[in-house]
């Protein structure tokens, strides 16, 4: 499906790191910080060192079969009726993250600016300019990619301007937090860092000889970096029990920052940074299941179902939770077991043990 | 062809939707609160009194035009049980859609301040419109006043006490500051007070009738015990509270004169810092505090030459006293009348000892009372301004 279509290593890492990042950086920081109070630093570091061996658990199948989907790689190694259940629920995962995302987007837009809007308008424009993405092809996709870029230099400018708000004492004393409040604190963020199983569905389009673990590598050890700078910055500024209690901390971070009273109100950073990143988050989801909907279905080509799918992502994005209580409740207790457990480590553990068991490709 | 139709059949689309975004407001359809007082009235009701900027009066620049000059602002009161109710009220007596965005002060009216303040903080960090950034105040008398009396300066007394605050004079706090002193353990909140103060002075008879001879006023500083407001800090105090926290003050220290101690000597303070080390002395907790303080001589009465070392030491060490006096006599207040920790000890002990802290944090204020804190201060002056003497010294 993606043979014609080449992305370098470095096109490569910045989608992988945009696959995670938007949401991470909004949602996340209070959620952690909320269980590991002034240790949220621990949690970060614990949630990357995961991630890593994620990466790694992943990358060390997708190099065994090179030029194959993660979905023709379970179809291979599963046979084909589990191989096709287990890329069933692996396509439902991505489905369900996916409206999740979109609906975050919207949500975000609506508390934050817009509320008189209806959160659909904000889904499908986002799935809109997505579908035409996706439909564009996965190098036009690497390629608007680069624009996240911007989303990165803002969210460091951010960081810096908030220097002057900062405290550092706010981190002390060290070490105070339970151990299992940290682990619980860095089990959300792990749950997201995980998603980067999703570009394994992309594998064919990286360069032949390139090395996937260390794509997987650098990419977690960059998104672990900007999760650790997103985390500081919220608490070093507004210390824990204040930070934890926000729905989005890193918006409030930039809405107080104001420097020699000129520069400052700067929100529209944050919504210039959330409107890229958060449609190339949705976008990169959107293709990955596009890809394993026409796998399953044996379609050569998946063009024609973009938009249909499309449709179902950005309805069940409308009633996939009731209200913010019952999103949170997902994300933050739900979310990170269910994704953790099934889709980021158990299916992988699973195609890992099989191709060892089965002995195909090189190193087993 | 069938590309250029689609083309323009898009084009026509999107133009109908630039014309205006959904749910804008412009400008003469909203109204731009200044600043927000809250009262407590009876029956656990609130007051809430919005200043309401009056956009023409702001636009016009010589307000003076046609003899009588347009009152900037107005003030409008409803009453609900939240903040939210009373503004849905105030909705029923303002025209335009009320707009939070530029509030620069909440004033919360003593009563209110007593009765307690956590009711009455989440709206305005819950909602999307007010800032964090506004300042919180604590009114001597009721919000209501204050933000009816109007100031000859600025034009609303909102943006007079905004501008005052950030003279940096008195003890001012910020709404988020304000939610962390009161999430956090081991702090209690302090506020800045303002009050109304009667006037006589102002020379123009139109301008005493504008103002009604009434004019607002930083007051010294509010502490809380939790959410309850305990008492007040005077002017001085006030001053010894943003030594002891830290805080940046742009003030003036006057000191008797080295070589004639019947002269002054006033220095501007550039900058402070503050540094709080927690120690335990037979389980009674004991603060060693080091007070920073640098700043610049701008005036002299005297007619030595100050700028020999050893007269420089002279005054840095009364300055040094100055300022550990006003310190002292914020934290005897505090300590000793009033038992709250506004100024974050129990953060520098809990950073010392975390096993410790947590069997005293319960009652924290009671150990505060007992708790031992020497003052240390270190005070330089660096510039001497646009003259190194005074003329005429060695005469």
């Given at each position: 499906?993606?043979?014609?279509?080449?992305?370098?290593?470095?096109?490569?890492?910045?989608?992988?790191?945009?696959?995670?990042?938007?949401?991470?950086l909004?949602?996340?920081?209070?959620?952690?910080?909320?269980?590991a109070?002034?240790?949220?630093?621990?949690?970060?570091?614990?949630a990357?060192?995961?991630?890593?061996?994620?990466g790694?658990?992943?990358?060390?199948?997708?190099?065994?079969?090179?030029?194959k989907?993660?979905?023709?790689?379970?179809?291979?190694?599963?046979?084909?009726?589990?191989?096709?259940?287990?890329?069933?629920?692996?396509?439902?995962?991505?489905?369900?993250?996916?409206?999740g995302?979109?609906?975050?987007?919207?949500?975000?837009?609506?508390?934050?600016?817009?509320?008189?809007?209806?959160l659909?308008?904000?889904?499908?424009?986002?799935?809109i300019v997505?579908?035409?993405?996706?439909?564009?092809?996965?190098?036009?996709?690497?390629?608007?990619?680069?624009?996240?870029?911007?989303v990165?230099?803002?969210?460091?400018?951010?960081?810096?301007?908030?220097?002057?708000?900062?405290?550092?004492?706010?981190?002390?004393?060290?070490?105070?937090?339970?151990?299992?409040?940290?682990?619980?604190?860095?089990?959300?963020?792990?749950a997201?860092?995980?998603?980067?199983?999703?570009?394994?569905?992309?594998?064919?389009?990286?360069?032949?000889?390139?090395?996937?673990?260390k794509?997987?590598d650098?990419?977690?050890?960059?998104?672990?970096?900007?999760?650790?700078?997103?985390?500081?910055?919220?608490?070093l500024?507004?210390?824990?029990e204040?930070?934890?209690?926000?729905?989005?901390?890193?918006y409030?971070?930039?809405?107080?920052?104001?420097?020699?009273?000129?520069?400052?109100?700067?929100?529209?950073?944050?919504?210039?940074?959330?409107?890229?990143?958060?449609?190339?988050?949705?976008?990169?989801?959107?293709?990955?299941?596009?890809?394993?909907?026409?796998?399953l279905?044996?379609?050569?080509?998946?063009?024609?179902?973009?938009?249909?799918?499309?449709?179902v992502?950005?309805?069940?994005?409308?009633?996939?939770?009731?209200?913010?209580?019952?999103?949170?409740?997902?994300?933050?207790?739900?979310?990170?077991?269910?994704?953790?457990?099934?889709?980021?480590?158990?299916?992988?553990?699973?195609?890992?043990?099989?191709?060892?068991?089965?002995?195909?490709?090189h190193?087993? | 062809m069938k590309?250029?139709?689609?083309l323009?059949?898009?084009?026509f689309?999107?133009?109908?939707?630039?014309?205006?975004?959904w749910?804008r407001?412009?400008?003469?359809?909203?109204?731009?609160?200044?600043?927000?007082?809250?009262?407590?009235?009876?029956?656990?009701?609130?007051?809430?009194t919005?200043?309401?900027?009056?956009?023409m009066?702001?636009?016009?620049?010589?307000?003076?035009?046609?003899?009588?000059?347009?009152?900037?602002?107005?003030?409008?009161?409803?009453?609900?049980?939240?903040i939210?109710?009373?503004?849905?009220?105030?909705?029923?007596?303002i025209?335009?859609?009320?707009?939070?965005?530029?509030?620069?002060?909440l004033?919360?009216?003593?009563?209110?301040?007593?009765?307690?303040?956590?009711?009455?903080?989440?709206?305005?960090?819950?909602?999307?419109?007010?800032?964090?950034?506004?300042?919180?105040?604590?009114?001597?008398?009721?919000a209501?006043?204050?933000?009816?009396?109007?100031?000859?300066?600025?034009?609303?007394?909102?943006?007079?006490?905004?501008?005052?605050?950030?003279?940096?004079?008195?003890?001012?706090?910020?709404?988020?500051?304000?939610?962390?002193?009161?999430?956090?353990e081991?702090?209690?909140?302090?506020?800045?007070?303002?009050r109304?103060v009667?006037?006589?002075?102002?020379s123009?008879?139109?301008?005493?009738?504008?103002?009604?001879?009434?004019?607002?006023?930083?007051?010294?500083?509010?502490?809380?015990?939790?959410?309850?407001?305990?008492?007040?800090?005077?002017?001085?105090?006030?001053?010894?509270?943003?030594?002891?926290?830290?805080?940046?003050?742009?003030?003036?220290?006057?000191?008797?004169?080295?070589?004639?101690?019947?002269?002054?000597?006033s220095i501007r303070?550039?900058?402070?810092?503050?540094?709080?080390?927690?120690?335990?002395?037979?389980s009674i907790?004991?603060?060693?505090?080091?007070?920073?303080?640098?700043?610049?001589?701008?005036?002299?009465?005297?007619?030595?030459?100050?700028?020999?070392?050893?007269?420089?030491?002279?005054?840095?060490?009364?300055?040094?006293?100055?300022?550990?006096k006003?310190?002292?006599?914020?934290?005897?207040?505090?300590?000793?009348?009033?038992?709250?920790?506004?100024?974050?000890?129990?953060?520098?002990y809990?950073?010392?000892?975390?096993?410790?802290?947590?069997?005293?944090?319960?009652?924290?204020?009671?150990?505060?009372?007992?708790?031992?804190?020497?003052?240390?201060?270190?005070?330089?002056?660096?510039?001497?301004?646009?003259?190194?003497?005074?003329p005429?010294t060695?005469?």
């Amino acid at each position: 499906m993606l043979e014609k279509e080449i992305i370098d290593d470095m096109q490569a890492v910045f989608l992988m790191v945009n696959l995670v990042i938007p949401t991470v950086l909004l949602g996340v920081p209070a959620v952690t910080i909320g269980f590991a109070k002034r240790d949220a630093w621990i949690s970060a570091l614990l949630a990357t060192a995961a991630g890593i061996f994620i990466g790694r658990l992943i990358s060390s199948i997708i190099e065994k079969f090179p030029g194959k989907t993660i979905f023709e790689v379970m179809e291979e190694l599963l046979g084909r009726l589990f191989g096709k259940i287990a890329g069933a629920l692996f396509a439902w995962w991505i489905l369900h993250t996916c409206s999740g995302i979109a609906r975050e987007y919207g949500e975000f837009l609506e508390v934050a600016i817009m509320p008189d809007t209806p959160l659909i308008i904000f889904s499908v424009a986002a799935i809109i300019v997505s579908a035409y993405a996706v439909k564009s092809g996965f190098e036009v996709m690497a390629r608007f990619n680069i624009l996240f870029v911007l989303v990165i230099i803002l969210f460091l400018l951010i960081s810096a301007l908030s220097y002057a708000n900062a405290r550092f004492d706010r981190m002390l004393p060290m070490f105070e937090t339970r151990p299992q409040d940290v682990l619980k604190g860095a089990l959300v963020p792990l749950a997201w860092m995980g998603e980067i199983v999703v570009f394994s569905v992309f594998s064919p389009a990286l360069k032949a000889n390139c090395s996937i673990r260390k794509i997987n590598d650098v990419s977690v050890l960059l998104i672990g970096a900007f999760f650790l700078v997103g985390i500081m910055g919220v608490l070093l500024v507004f210390g824990a029990e204040h930070a934890s209690a926000m729905m989005y901390p890193v918006y409030n971070q930039v809405r107080i920052i104001s420097l020699a009273n000129f520069l400052e109100r700067l929100d529209y950073l944050i919504f210039m940074s959330w409107a890229i990143g958060g449609i190339i988050k949705i976008g990169i989801f959107y293709f990955a299941l596009v890809i394993g909907i026409s796998w399953l279905f044996g379609i050569s080509d998946y063009r024609p179902i973009v938009f249909p799918v499309g449709i179902v992502i950005a309805s069940l994005s409308m009633f996939i939770h009731e209200g913010v209580g019952d999103e949170l409740r997902f994300l933050m207790g739900t979310f990170p077991f269910y994704s953790i457990i099934i889709f980021e480590v158990g299916i992988p553990l699973l195609l890992w043990l099989a191709s060892i068991i089965k002995g195909r490709g090189h190193g087993a | 062809m069938k590309k250029k139709v689609w083309l323009a059949i898009c084009i026509f689309i999107i133009a109908n939707f630039m014309s205006g975004c959904w749910s804008r407001r412009e400008l003469n359809e909203v109204a731009i609160v200044l600043g927000a007082g809250i009262d407590a009235i009876d029956n656990d009701r609130i007051r809430l009194t919005v200043q309401v900027a009056i956009p023409m009066a702001f636009a016009s620049g010589q307000e003076s035009m046609g003899g009588k000059k347009q009152a900037a602002s107005m003030e409008v009161s409803s009453d609900g049980a939240t903040i939210e109710e009373a503004e849905r009220y105030l909705a029923m007596k303002i025209p335009r859609e009320i707009y939070w965005g530029h509030c620069v002060a909440l004033i919360i009216g003593e009563n209110m301040a007593k009765k307690g303040v956590r009711t009455i903080t989440d709206f305005f960090e819950r909602d999307r419109e007010p800032r964090e950034t506004m300042w919180v105040m604590v009114a001597k008398g009721t919000a209501e006043d204050f933000l009816k009396t109007g100031s000859i300066l600025e034009k609303t007394s909102s943006q007079a006490v905004g501008l005052l605050t950030r003279m940096k004079t008195g003890y001012a706090v910020k709404l988020f500051e304000f939610v962390e002193m009161l999430a956090e353990e081991g702090i209690q909140p302090a506020a800045a007070g303002v009050r109304v103060v009667e006037v006589n002075e102002a020379s123009d008879e139109s301008q005493q009738a504008e103002t009604g001879g009434r004019r607002v006023e930083m007051a010294g500083t509010a502490l809380f015990k939790e959410d309850r407001m305990v008492g007040w800090l005077d002017a001085d105090e006030t001053r010894g509270l943003m030594w002891l926290k830290g805080q940046n003050l742009k003030g003036i220290i006057t000191v008797p004169a080295p070589d004639e101690p019947d002269k002054m000597v006033s220095i501007r303070v550039k900058r402070n810092a503050r540094e709080i080390k927690a120690e335990s002395v037979d389980s009674i907790p004991t603060f060693k505090v080091k007070i920073r303080v640098e700043g610049d001589m701008i005036e002299q009465q005297s007619m030595g030459d100050l700028s020999e070392p050893e007269k420089i030491k002279k005054i840095n060490d009364s300055m040094a006293a100055e300022i550990r006096k006003r310190a002292q006599s914020a934290l005897r207040k505090a300590q000793d009348d009033y038992g709250v920790d506004v100024f974050g000890f129990g953060q520098a002990y809990h950073r010392r000892f975390k096993n410790e802290w947590k069997d005293i944090k319960h009652n924290w204020d009671d150990k505060f009372k007992q708790a031992k804190v020497e003052i240390q201060v270190e005070a330089n002056v660096r510039e001497m301004g646009l003259l190194t003497k005074r003329p005429g010294t060695n005469k």
